[in-house]
């Protein structure tokens, strides 16, 4: 087997104490966040939109997708600019920590046991180090009137 294709690259952040990852190859780019316009009639997952070098891209707050509580005022946070359908989509996290080589091998499917924030929404956990991070699969976090919603936006 080719070594290279076995390999995965993840983005790696964090919401509070929670560790995510997310195939490096979804990821457009990462940017600090920016003025934030607000929509009428927005849903309740989308904050808002920002303008991106002339790009309107919607934003979503893993936070509130994931049940759990805004950032402590103060901090600012990352976006990721991730693909969602051809349409780009802005993902608030708390903080963007590093990029990790793991193997697809490595990766295993989430617990049974596994509840709480975003359990729905993952893929597999892998271990850095010794840290466990919960691979998201971005493509489920939004659902078809959420999709319907960003179209609109777009």
């Known amino acids: 087997m080719n070594r290279e294709l076995s390999d995965l690259q993840l983005t790696c952040f964090n919401l509070g104490d ?3 990852s997310v195939d490096i ?3 457009k780019e990462i940017v600090l966040p920016q003025k934030l316009y607000s929509l009428p009639r927005a849903s309740q997952l989308l904050e808002g939109v920002i ?3 002339g ?3 919607p934003v979503m707050d893993l936070r509130k997708r994931f049940g759990m509580p805004p950032l402590d005022n103060g901090k600012s946070g990352k976006l990721l600019i991730v693909s969602f359908r051809r349409q780009m989509v802005a993902l608030a996290v708390d903080d963007v920590m590093e990029v990790i080589t793991v193997s697809a091998r490595e990766i295993k499917p989430p617990p049974d046991v596994v509840e709480g924030v975003g359990a729905e929404y993952l893929l597999g956990v892998c271990l850095s180090g ?3 991070f919960m691979l998201l699969d971005i ?4 659902g078809p009137a959420d999709y319907r919603e960003i179209a609109r936006i777009a």
């Open 18 to 20: 929670n560790l995510f």
């Open 25 to 27: 190859m979804r990821i």
């Open 51 to 53: 303008n991106l070098r």
């Open 55 to 57: 790009a309107v891209i």
């Open 130 to 132: 010794d840290r466990v």
């Open 139 to 142: 493509d489920t976090l939004l």
